[in-house]
């Protein structure tokens, strides 16, 4: 089976299976086996009458199989695009989203007005946020928590990637292992979080089953852990905080932010939908 034949063939599976849209279906297909053939989607279309190696289709047949039966094609691929960049990702994470991008452009002008140097995040995960805003703003230190031990290895695996000698990330991004910011005894300028804020019983889409279950559910409501970071931040006299948010949840949450002295400031996601917030401690 040469390059063409096996695109057709992947075309074909994912639309049997009721697929939508023929762009997405070739799309995922041409990502498929340049994972595969560890080629890129360019070097596909030059060579498609190339012929396949009987272990790159055996790779090629089993993400096609994998990704029939609903498992994300950032974990199949172990790659995700964010910012612009491709990180690192496995099941021991969860899959970064378009939506986050819009916190790092809200975050990164306050950072350079004020001069910010210290920084901490609550959920470091794949160490999308910590590593993009470590790239952006080149004077400020990170310390980044996350309560699970395998989400710290994927971010330092992101971070040993993307670190040179002009951004020294490995140098200005700290990660710790442990719940908030327990143990942490700095002081933060900016915290800033996107924690799981799903309420427990409410439906998932098959795909995102396949995430881990403690980046995904914030609590009864959904909104607990987001509350507990506002307390924490006002506890340690931190003057930024920034989080994304369930669509449903800027009411209690304004209330929350304003009860503990925040003003804050809420933004919408590119579907129109409440996704996050950026306040600044007031009293």
């Known amino acids: 089976m040469n390059v063409f034949e096996a695109l057709s063939y992947a075309k074909r599976e994912f639309l049997n299976k009721g697929c939508d849209g023929s762009t997405r279906v070739g799309l995922e297909s041409e990502l498929l086996l340049s994972f595969a053939m560890d080629c890129t989607r360019e070097w596909l279309h030059t060579w498609g009458d190339r012929e396949i190696e009987a272990c790159e289709l055996d790779i090629f047949m089993d993400c096609i199989s994998r990704r029939n039966s609903g498992e994300p094609i950032e974990y199949i691929t172990q790659s995700a695009n964010f910012y612009g960049h491709s990180f690192y990702v496995d099941k021991r994470v969860l899959i970064p989203r378009p939506e986050t991008e819009i916190l790092i452009e809200k975050v990164t002008p306050l950072i350079i007005e004020h001069r910010v140097r210290n920084i901490a995040e609550i959920g470091v995960g794949s160490g999308i ?13 990170i310390v980044a928590t996350d309560i699970s031990p395998l989400a710290i290895e994927v971010a330092q695996t992101n971070i040993d990637f993307f670190t040179n000698r002009t951004n020294r990330l490995e140098e200005r991004i700290k990660l710790v292992n442990t719940s908030f910011l327990d143990g942490i005894e700095e002081d933060f300028e900016f915290l800033v979080s996107n924690p799981p804020y799903i309420a427990k019983d409410y439906p998932l889409e098959k795909n995102v089953l396949y995430e881990p279950e403690n980046a995904l559910f914030g609590g009864i409501v959904g909104d607990e852990l987001l509350k507990s970071i506002i307390k924490l931040s006002r506890e340690r006299k931190i003057r930024f905080l920034a989080c994304e948010m369930g669509y449903n949840q800027k009411n209690s949450l304004h209330s929350c932010l304003r009860d503990h ?12 939908f409440d996704r996050g917030f950026i306040a600044e401690l007031k009293s």
């Open 261 to 272: 002295g925040y003003e804050p400031i809420f933004y919408k996601d590119l579907s129109g």
């Open 129 to 141: 946020i910590s590593i993009v805003l470590g790239m952006l703003c080149s004077d400020v230190d």
